[in-house]
């Protein structure tokens, strides 16, 4: 779409928004904790459940919206269906064209974005008081009646197929779609989210109206709203936004699976100087009885960045890398421990065989009394910082529904690290570690990794794309 020099009138509002967001982080970083833990359950005359954090001084209404539904739900042959439809909601709905969606988003001020991931389709929304009945309006217009005109169409796949084709031979996205295949054969985890050049080239505007019909309903989806706005008045702004939708949706049934590959190295000869390096083994699922032990564990291992282990064994003890890290990642319907480091070809084993080493000497010792107490500090006290602003409490509303963890999670979470004791550590950690076996993927001319098997990267015009490839874990997910 072509840019548009911006009237006087759309500036105006739109410094009022922005500064309504710096007022709203400022407000909010004050006293984040007190206010998200004040959350309404709102039920609306529809059926439609909405968590709600009313706060009347943030002159801001922030609105996050998942659907139970995302990459996992692409037929086969067709991956990258859901992400190319989350990029066309915003490309024109009902009589709107995409143009005219787009100037009415610009003229009132109002953020409006859509995304996919592996188990979700998620809707993002910002507006001010004033204009925040136009905003329901036009998010319930894009997620009800999406237009999927077929220039938009093609304009969007264009841009997807652009991305992937840069990405082809990029050693940190080969890495990551080499892991997750590697990980998950034969499970719909395995498969590029963006698609591949092949995949997207198939898609008709048929596929994205039956695939909307069948993922995007009112009884998968999963709302949370912050701001000035109180419970009668959201009511008819979420029945009004989702009152085109259907009642139910019909979601392919996806098996929970154990991630495969543990014990393996992959490498993919690439001529870099530099070797790109994921590793990873099976993890807990959000809801298990350990997840909160295992996520302490890991945090001394790798997810403390500056006071990890890894960290100061391969960064500060030897200068083998910048960074280092692990987390954990709890999808809908498998667990990993995921992992990364980037370093010189010639570093590569040793730094591999430092990670195997402290991971192992993790699931046999456990971690000591100091770092144990250290963890729980700091996990802690920075919990506060994933509510400093309405978006990210938003966000967590989300999450907390999605994940099943309860309406008080919030005001339980620092009193369940801080209870986690040294043997439900140790136990956690062994179970998690499990004396070090891991999968490695690494991309470039590695030197040093014993028993790999060695390959070629796939030409470009068979790759996909590493959407939520391993990364660090994002600071809104509620751990």
């Known amino acids: 779409m072509t840019a548009r020099a911006a009237s006087p009138l759309v500036s105006r509002a739109l410094k009022g928004l922005f500064a309504a967001i710096m007022i709203t982080s400022a407000s909010l970083a004050a006293t984040a904790s007190a206010r998200a833990t004040d959350i309404q359950r709102v039920k609306t005359p529809g059926g439609t459940e909405a968590w709600l954090v009313e706060e009347t001084a943030v002159p801001v209404i922030a609105v996050e919206i998942a659907f139970r539904s995302g990459a996992a739900q692409d037929p086969d042959g067709k991956e990258g269906l859901a992400g190319l439809m989350a990029t066309l909601f915003d490309e024109g709905a009902g009589d709107m064209s995409a143009e005219a969606f787009q100037q009415t988003l610009e003229d009132k001020a109002i953020e409006l974005s859509f ?112 701001g000035a706005i109180d419970a009668e008045r959201l009511k008819g702004l979420v029945d009004g936004a989702l009152s085109g939708l259907p009642a139910k949706a019909e979601l392919t049934p996806v098996p929970t699976v154990t991630p495969q590959g543990a014990g393996r190295t992959e490498v993919l000869e690439l001529d870099v100087p530099q070797s790109s390096i994921i590793f990873g083994r099976p993890g807990p699922l959000r809801n298990d009885d350990d997840f909160i032990p295992a996520y302490v564990a890991n945090h001394i291992l790798g997810g403390g960045t500056f006071s990890s282990r890894l ?61 144990l107490a250290s963890a729980k500090r700091y996990l802690i006290g920075s919990f506060a910082l994933r509510f400093d602003t309405s978006a990210k409490i938003a966000n967590q509303l989300v999450q907390l529904q999605l994940d099943d963890l309860g309406i008080d999670y919030i005001d339980r979470r620092n009193a369940m690290v801080e209870a986690v004791t040294p043997e439900e550590v140790r136990a956690a950690a062994a179970k998690l570690f499990d004396g070090g076996k891991l999968l490695v993927v690494a991309v470039g001319k590695p030197a040093g990794l014993a028993d790999a098997n060695i390959r070629k990267p796939p030409a470009p015009d068979a790759a996909g794309d590493a959407l939520g490839a391993p990364a660090p874990a994002p600071g809104g997910a509620p751990r």
Not at 345 to 364: C, T
């Open 115 to 226: 995304s996919s991931s592996r188990d979700g389709v998620t809707a993002s929304l910002r507006a001010l008081p004033e204009t925040v009945d136009e905003a329901f309006r036009l998010l319930g217009l894009a997620l009800s009646k999406p237009r999927f005109d077929q220039d938009a169409l093609d304009r969007m796949r264009g841009q997807v197929s652009a991305q992937i084709r840069r990405n082809a031979l990029d050693p940190d996205d080969l890495a990551g779609r080499t892991f997750f295949a590697t990980a998950f054969p034969g499970h719909p985890y395995s498969r590029p989210t963006r698609g591949t050049l092949a995949s997207l080239a198939s898609l008709t505007r048929d596929d994205l109206v039956a695939f909307h019909k069948r993922q995007i309903a009112r009884d998968n989806v999963v709302i949370g709203v912050v």
């Open 311 to 371: 960290f100061n064994e391969v960064r500060e003890k030897r200068g083998l890398a910048y960074s280092v890290y692990s987390y954990l990642q709890p999808f809908d319907h498998g667990g990993l421990l995921l992992g990364g480091v980037a370093t010189r070809n010639d570093r590569a084993g040793q730094s591999v065989d430092l990670i195997r080493a402290e991971i192992a000497r993790m699931a046999k010792d456990g971690p000591t009394a100091e770092e």
